[in-house]
């Protein structure tokens, strides 16, 4: 079974900083782009940030400059660095990778179980 976990949620001042990370386990073959969306209250999922598995990333307009999402390959794991927290960024966030499987080497896109991010004083 091949799945995303992740870790690092929690409420934070506005200001603060948090850093995600989520790994992937199982029979895996390979993992193509990673990435980041958030859900807040009564709002679409959204795409928060990506990397590929080159390295190259992209961002929403909202989060340059003060996200940095970064990989470690030999891990499966991927990190979201959040740095000068907004109430805004308050949401769940849920991780995303498109993952070769070892058997069978079929290609699935997992998803997180989500980790709640609260920004508030």
């Known amino acids: 079974q091949v799945q995303l976990v992740e870790s690092g949620g929690g409420l934070v001042q506005p200001g603060g900083s948090l850093r995600l990370s989520c790994a992937a386990s199982?029979?895996?073959?390979?993992?193509?782009?990673m990435g980041w969306y958030r859900q807040a209250p009564g709002k679409q999922r959204e795409l928060v940030a990506a990397i590929t598995s080159g390295g190259s990333t992209d961002y929403t307009d909202s989060v340059k400059g003060r996200f940095t999402i970064s990989r470690d390959n030999a891990k499966n794991t991927v990190f979201l660095q959040m740095n000068s927290l907004k109430s805004e960024d308050t949401a769940v966030y849920y991780c995303?990778?498109?993952?070769?499987?070892?058997?069978?080497?079929?290609?699935?896109?997992?998803w997180g179980q989500g980790t709640l991010v609260t920004v508030s004083s």
């Open positions: 199982g029979s895996i073959f390979s993992i193509n782009t």
């Open positions: 995303n990778a498109a993952v070769m499987t070892a058997m069978g080497y079929r290609w699935l896109e997992l």
